[in-house]
Structures are given as structure tokens and as C-alpha cells.
């Protein structure tokens, strides 16, 4: 099969970064793929992994070989990095086509905007939805998109063929890919993502200076450990992403709080009706998303089982 | 090993009063292990499974052959039963010692007290806590408390002896028996485990009913999946839970809200410095948990390998 693109750029190689790197090579879709990053360790480790053909720390050079560029830095990184990319592109004949991983688009499309003058046509803005407990290019797998969410949010201004590839780029990968609105993208992932992570830092946070004492902890069953997991995760990334994504992420905590202030409420006048309905609706929301993760799992293994 | 009681009375056979029946039996604790309930074809299969020696669907007559009575029904069922039984125990000459399971003990208290004039010394208050995914005496299992924790709440009218003997037989399944008062424990399973549940079913109806629309739950990641696992949960239980420790769930909330406005405030104002404290304080509480955890089922592992 002929290499879809020549040279992929990958800004930022960790465990996103690494994976979409390993998942290009494997399937042919660009026949080199380069790394950029500050951390030459990380750049040198992943073309002894066989993750990239090459790396350079001079971010100009990077950019005047690429044809694709991938910004998969952190989120809050990521607008700086669109900011000092943009104007690099901006003198060349033709642009390469620019895309990204970060899990909010609003903010990065400020970004563009107020670098550009207007949406750069040739950058396509995308989240993939995925990820693991472990990072870096160590953890990085040419599979972890397969059966994944990827969704890409274009605007009106975008070029048709840019659009295009980065879709083919994530389809090659394994991915489902899905357009939507920044808007929607944002307000969707406040409430699937950043909200969850908030309400489960807040809970851990109140009980571990909780007046009932240290060893609250040691009382707390399965559930617990389940549904606090996602308090373990980077402090400093979910900073950068609740500054990021910061007015959909408000209207996702007031929500909920209206939410649980109508559950308050029902407790508190005993409505055993209200709170029966309200944990019903839930409990069958939660199984038939429970059902949907299970046929997409198993596509997943299908997916993987199948020749290539 | 002379069994340190004659017979042992289980009242409700469900995964809780069937496992507890299977390590009573097991340990040789209990000489005999009679079941009562209002499922017949619950208490056959029992027999047939060997987790009780035999059944009466009378309580009058099953009391009577009793020198201990496990009340392990659902939380509000085992105050009502606790209202049935403790009257019919009163007319004996020697009282059997009675004990529960359920997840609260304010309201099996009062219960107690309205009926009885007062707390009835040989009436020993506990709850284990463990559960599974899966319910009924099917699911019943002779390890299911090994390395968990129980929690009993005894009072200072308590029978001495009674205490120990409920104490004891505990340390037979092979849990970690701990004492607390009952408002420490009804605050405590409040805020790990009550709390949890409110937040996981709230969260759930909230997006279920978003206008964002059907699909959103197509979007949500592997860390959504573990933080709504628990709004799974049986949607009857949980309200009886909610209506049984009411006012200890009211004051979680209430604390929790609380933590949660602040980190509105601190995501509405921008407060990296804030935001990034909460986060790291919940993520060292979390991971110290998830460390306790581990230990603790390596503890189990090494406890059910060690020959009886």
C-alpha cells in the first residue's frame, strides 16, 4: 500500500503522541514519522523503541520536513505550541495539515484565531478519546485507538482535503471517528470526563480532612476504590484542563449541583417515590452504557483478531 | 474444635445470611445453622446447597430453637423484623444473642429501644462490610468476609458475653472486627459509601437527561465506567439506605456540596494554585488507599492459602 503521507510530525511523544506514531508506521499510512519535543531522552528512547524513524529539537527544521504535524502535547501546552507553530507555517508555499489530541478545542481555537487572524483552513482539530493509567512512549501501543472514539471538530473554514485525511489518518489507527461542534465537544467532555474527575477529586479531598479521623479510609468497600480511581490521576494535567475547558466545566458542576440539590431534597423529605425514580432512570442509563462497552469491547478483540 | 454455639438462626438468606451461614458451618462455630425467610424455594436451595441445615418459614417456632439470631435481611426489613422479633424473645426465661448486618444502626437502634423500653443487652449491632456485584444465596460463598472489615456498635447496656460471642464469630469468617458508636458509624458509611452512591446516581440521570442528547454516553471514557459502576447498584436498596441513615447522608452531602463550591470557585476564578492543592491532597489520600487495598488482599490471599 502506498504511504498516504510522507512525513508525519509528531509534536510531543508520549503515551498519545507514541501510539498514534506506532500506529502510522505500522499501517503504512506515512512513510516516516518524525519527532519534536524538549525532552531528548524521551525523542531518542522512542527511535530506539522503533516508535519514530527520527527526531529533531529544532522546532523550525521539524516543521519544514513535515507534511502532517500532530500537536500531542498536554492541553494547556498545546495552545502555546499552536501559537509558535502557526506563524512558522504561515510563510511556506503549502501548509502542511496541522491537527491535535488535546481533550478541550475551545481554547486551542482562541488560540488559532488570535495567531491566525482567522481558522487556519488546514488545521483540523481532533480528540481521541483514550488513554491508560500508565503514560510516556514506554507505554505507548500501535493499538490503543482500535475501537476508540476519535472526534474531530471542523469548522466552516476548514479545507475539504485536510478534513479527509485527518479522518483517514484515525480511521487507519483503528478509531471510530465522529464530527462534532467545539462547542459540543466541550460541553460533552465536561460531562463525561472533566466533571467525573472534579467530583471524585472533591469527595476524596473532604473525607481526607474529614473531622471523622485518618482511617475513614480503611472502612470503605469496592465502590469506593472504583468510583475514586480517577482521583489518582495527574494533578497538574486536570489543572490545565479545567482552566481549559473552564466555562463548560461550570455549567456541567451547576447542573449536577442541581441535580444532587433535587436528590437532597428528596432524602430529606423521605420521597421514597422521587429517589426510587431518580436511582431507576440512573441504574438503567448506567447498564444499557455498561452493554455499549461490552459490544465495542468485543468488536475490539474482533478488530484486533482479524488479518491485516 | 467443640462449636462454641448449638444452633444459629439466620434470618433472611440472601448473599450476606448465606455466606455468613457457609462460614459458620465451615469454621464449625455453630453446631447447626437454621434458616428463616419468606422465599421458601431461597431456603430449599439453601439446604440443597448446603449452606443451612434446615428451614422454618415459622419465626415463633425458629426463635425458639435459637441461642443466636443473625437478623440479615435489607436495611429497613431488619427493623421491622427487629420489631417482630425482639417481643417474642422477651417471654424467655434465657434471651439467645441477637445480631444483624444491615448497613445502618441509628434506625435499628431506635427500633430496638421503641420496642424493647431499651437497648436489650444481649442485641449486638454489626455490620460487615462486603458485598458483590452478584446477590442471593447462590452467590453465598464461605471467604466472602475474609480480610473485610466489620464494624460493631456496642452500647454500654451490652451483655459482655453477648459481645464476645458476636465478636468471636466474626473472627471465624475471618474478618478484621472493629468497635465504633453508632453515629460514628452511620457518618462514616455516609461518606464512603452512601455518599458515593447519591454522587454516581445523580451524575448518571443528570447526563441521562441532558439536552446534549441520547448519545453522550458514547463518549465517555474508561474512568466514566469505574466512577458510575456503583450506580448499578440495586435502586430499592439504596433508597432504603438513603431513608434509613437520612440525617448522617444529609450532613455528607452537605460537606461534600461544600468542597464542591469551593473548587467551583477556585475553576470560576482561574485558582491554578488552589485547584492544583485539592487535586495533589486527593491523589496522595487516593493512592495511600489504593496502597492500603493492596496490602489488604495480599493479607487475604495469604489467609485463604494458610491451611485450616
Redesign the interface.
Do not use: C
Given at each position: 500500500m502506498t504511504a498516504r503521507i510522507d512525513t508525519t510530525l509528531i509534536i510531543g511523544l508520549g503515551l498519545i503522541g507514541g501510539s498514534l506514531a506506532r500506529a502510522l508506521r505500522s499501517s503504512g499510512f506515512s512513510r516516516r514519522v518524525l519527532g519534536f519535543g524538549h525532552r531528548e531522552a524521551s525523542l531518542a528512547r522512542g527511535v530506539e523503541l522503533g516508535v519514530i524513524d527520527d527526531y529533531s529539537l529544532d522546532l523550525e527544521q521539524a516543521l519544514a520536513a513535515a507534511d502532517l504535524v500532530v500537536i500531542a502535547t498536554p492541553t494547556l501546552v498545546a495552545a502555546q505550541m499552536l501559537e509558535r507553530v502557526l506563524p512558522l507555517l504561515k510563510a511556506r508555499d503549502s501548509m502542511p495539515i496541522v491537527t491535535d489530541v488535546a481533550s478541550v478545542k475551545g481554547n486551542l481555537q482562541q488560540a488559532a484565531v488570535a495567531t491566525w487572524g482567522a481558522m487556519p483552513p488546514r488545521l483540523i482539530l481532533g480528540h481521541p478519546?483514550?488513554?491508560s493509567e500508565r503514560s510516556g512512549v514506554e507505554a505507548s501501543r500501535a493499538d490503543l485507538f482500535v475501537s476508540h472514539?476519535v472526534?474531530l471538530t471542523p469548522v466552516p473554514e476548514n479545507d475539504l482535503e485536510a478534513l479527509s485525511l485527518v479522518r483517514d489518518m484515525w480511521h487507519r489507527t483503528g478509531a471510530e471517528v465522529?464530527d462534532m461542534s467545539v462547542a459540543?465537544h466541550d460541553?460533552?467532555?465536561a460531562?463525561?470526563?472533566h466533571?467525573?474527575?472534579?467530583?471524585?477529586?472533591?469527595?476524596?479531598?473532604?473525607?481526607?480532612?474529614?473531622p471523622?479521623g485518618d482511617d475513614?479510609?480503611?472502612?470503605?468497600?469496592?465502590?469506593?476504590?472504583?468510583?475514586?480511581?480517577?482521583?489518582?490521576?495527574?494533578?497538574?494535567m486536570?489543572?490545565d484542563i479545567?482552566?481549559a475547558n473552564?466555562s463548560a466545566?461550570?455549567k456541567a458542576?451547576?447542573?449536577?449541583?442541581e441535580?444532587?440539590?433535587q436528590?437532597?431534597d428528596a432524602?430529606?423529605t423521605?420521597d421514597?417515590e422521587s429517589?426510587?425514580q431518580?436511582?431507576?432512570?440512573?441504574?438503567?442509563?448506567?447498564?444499557?452504557?455498561?452493554t455499549?462497552?461490552q459490544a465495542r469491547s468485543q468488536a475490539a478483540d474482533q478488530h484486533l483478531a482479524e488479518p491485516k
Amino acid at each position: 500500500m502506498t504511504a498516504r503521507i510522507d512525513t508525519t510530525l509528531i509534536i510531543g511523544l508520549g503515551l498519545i503522541g507514541g501510539s498514534l506514531a506506532r500506529a502510522l508506521r505500522s499501517s503504512g499510512f506515512s512513510r516516516r514519522v518524525l519527532g519534536f519535543g524538549h525532552r531528548e531522552a524521551s525523542l531518542a528512547r522512542g527511535v530506539e523503541l522503533g516508535v519514530i524513524d527520527d527526531y529533531s529539537l529544532d522546532l523550525e527544521q521539524a516543521l519544514a520536513a513535515a507534511d502532517l504535524v500532530v500537536i500531542a502535547t498536554p492541553t494547556l501546552v498545546a495552545a502555546q505550541m499552536l501559537e509558535r507553530v502557526l506563524p512558522l507555517l504561515k510563510a511556506r508555499d503549502s501548509m502542511p495539515i496541522v491537527t491535535d489530541v488535546a481533550s478541550v478545542k475551545g481554547n486551542l481555537q482562541q488560540a488559532a484565531v488570535a495567531t491566525w487572524g482567522a481558522m487556519p483552513p488546514r488545521l483540523i482539530l481532533g480528540h481521541p478519546i483514550a488513554g491508560s493509567e500508565r503514560s510516556g512512549v514506554e507505554a505507548s501501543r500501535a493499538d490503543l485507538f482500535v475501537s476508540h472514539r476519535v472526534i474531530l471538530t471542523p469548522v466552516p473554514e476548514n479545507d475539504l482535503e485536510a478534513l479527509s485525511l485527518v479522518r483517514d489518518m484515525w480511521h487507519r489507527t483503528g478509531a471510530e471517528v465522529v464530527d462534532m461542534s467545539v462547542a459540543a465537544h466541550d460541553a460533552v467532555l465536561a460531562a463525561t470526563s472533566h466533571l467525573p474527575h472534579m467530583l471524585a477529586y472533591a469527595l476524596v479531598d473532604a473525607l481526607a480532612q474529614s473531622p471523622l479521623g485518618d482511617d475513614i479510609f480503611r472502612f470503605a468497600a469496592g465502590g469506593f476504590r472504583d468510583f475514586t480511581r480517577i482521583a489518582s490521576s495527574d494533578p497538574v494535567m486536570w489543572r490545565d484542563i479545567a482552566i481549559a475547558n473552564r466555562s463548560a466545566l461550570l455549567k456541567a458542576i451547576d447542573q449536577f449541583s442541581e441535580h444532587l440539590a433535587q436528590l437532597r431534597d428528596a432524602v430529606a423529605t423521605e420521597d421514597a417515590e422521587s429517589m426510587l425514580q431518580t436511582f431507576s432512570r440512573a441504574k438503567q442509563a448506567r447498564d444499557e452504557f455498561a452493554t455499549m462497552l461490552q459490544a465495542r469491547s468485543q468488536a475490539a478483540d474482533q478488530h484486533l483478531a482479524e488479518p491485516k
